[in-house]
């Protein structure tokens, strides 16, 4: 069964930074996308950025570009966001997820990693 660990999640003062990383159980090139998404208390969960693991890719939502920075490592089976500037409407459960089937939804998520921006 495919499993996703994040880690690199914890408390920064805004302005900071942090680099979250999920590895996966098997080959990244075994999914087709994978993407990091993330759930602030009180609000539905929302995609932040994604990549195709086989052309690299890359989506944003407006909110992260210029800010954010998602990439990964085949050779790792890891991904990796890098989190720049970060501001407390950043302050959220990050999950990474994967997608194992062309065209179908993200069928495999990781436990989440606590991302809290506060002075």
């Known amino acids: 069964q495919a499993q996703l660990v994040e880690s690199g999640g914890g408390l920064v003062q805004p302005g900071g930074s942090l680099k979250l990383s999920c590895v996966a159980s098997g080959p990244t090139l075994n999914y087709y996308n994978m993407a990091w998404f993330r759930q602030a208390p009180g609000k539905e969960r929302e995609g932040v950025s994604s990549i195709n693991t086989s052309n690299l890719s890359t989506y944003y939502i407006d909110s992260v570009k210029g800010r954010f920075t998602i990439s990964i490592d085949n050779a790792k089976n890891t991904l990796y966001l890098q989190m720049n500037s970060l501001q407390p409407e950043d302050t959220a459960v990050y999950y990474c997820?994967?997608?194992?089937?062309?065209?179908?939804?993200?069928?495999?998520w990781g436990q989440g990693a606590q991302v809290t921006v506060s002075s």
């Open positions: 997820a994967a997608v194992t089937v062309a065209g179908e939804d993200f069928d495999v």
